[in-house]
């Protein structure tokens, strides 16, 4: 069964930093796309980043790619989300998606983490 | 960017009833070289992460009742209930996956129970 698990948020203040982390199991983590996907409370989603199975390939949103880095480490299962100078606006759950394919082409996300919460105040 | 509009943002249909969404895409999503539209539908309930019912337009994912279709090509697509029940009752979002990311959504389309 496919297990996705967002770690790493919380409160952070307004011009800090986190990294968020999705633990994978169930899979084979290094033959997958991934994606972080986020959803500002009660507004709609919004697509954050992708990265193909072997990190060569990354995406973003062009609104957040100056301030966002995604990577992951194959060896441990696990993707990241970096996120700096971080604003009230970007307080949002953070999910974790996993793709059907490993280079971002032909590639749709059927499995869901359940997300992290970052709060962005002071 | 492809923008990706849905509409209603908000529609209540009778139990038993059939509830159409639509999405319309700024860009064709047809591939022409394998006739494959890339667009997925999503359902999401309250406190809990989306679920993917559709993709390539139209195929339903596996344990998605049959009461869900997902029609249209190129640029104008829809999610059909054809009869509403009960826990149907949720926001349900287009996104496209064509090409290289950013794979955009739709706005969201909240579904009640009129």
């Given amino acids: ?122 | 960017d492809i923008v990706m509009t849905q509409s209603p943002d908000s529609l209540a249909v009778s139990l038993g009833e059939r509830a159409t969404i639509n999405c319309k895409s700024s860009r064709t999503l047809l591939y022409s070289s394998n006739n494959k539209n890339y667009l997925a539908w999503y359902q999401q309930k309250p406190g809990q992460p989306p679920k993917l019912l559709i993709y390539w337009a139209s195929t339903r994912e596996s344990g998605v009742p049959e009461r869900f279709s997902g029609g249209g090509s190129g640029t104008d697509f829809t999610l059909t209930i054809s009869r509403l029940q009960a826990e149907d009752v949720a926001v349900y979002y287009c996104q496209h996956y064509y090409s290289t990311p950013p794979y955009t959504f739709g706005q969201g389309t909240k579904l009640e129970i009129k």
């Avoid at chain 1, 996120?83 to 793709?99: I, Q």
């Fill in chain 1, 1 to 122: 069964e496919v297990q996705l698990v967002e770690s790493g948020g919380g409160l952070v203040q307004p011009g800090g930093s986190l990294r968020l982390s999705c633990s994978a199991s169930g899979f084979t983590f290094s033959s997958y796309t991934m994606q972080w996907v986020r959803q500002a409370p009660g507004k709609g989603l919004e697509y954050v980043s992708t990265i193909s199975s072997h990190g060569g390939g990354t995406y973003y949103a062009d609104s957040l790619k100056d301030r966002f880095t995604i990577s992951r480490d194959n060896s441990k299962n696990t993707l990241y989300l970096q996120v700096s100078s971080l604003r009230p606006d970007d307080t949002a759950v953070y999910y974790c998606v996993k793709g059907v394919s490993s280079a971002a082409v032909d590639d749709y996300f059927p499995h869901w983490g359940q997300g992290t919460l970052v709060t962005v105040s002071s």
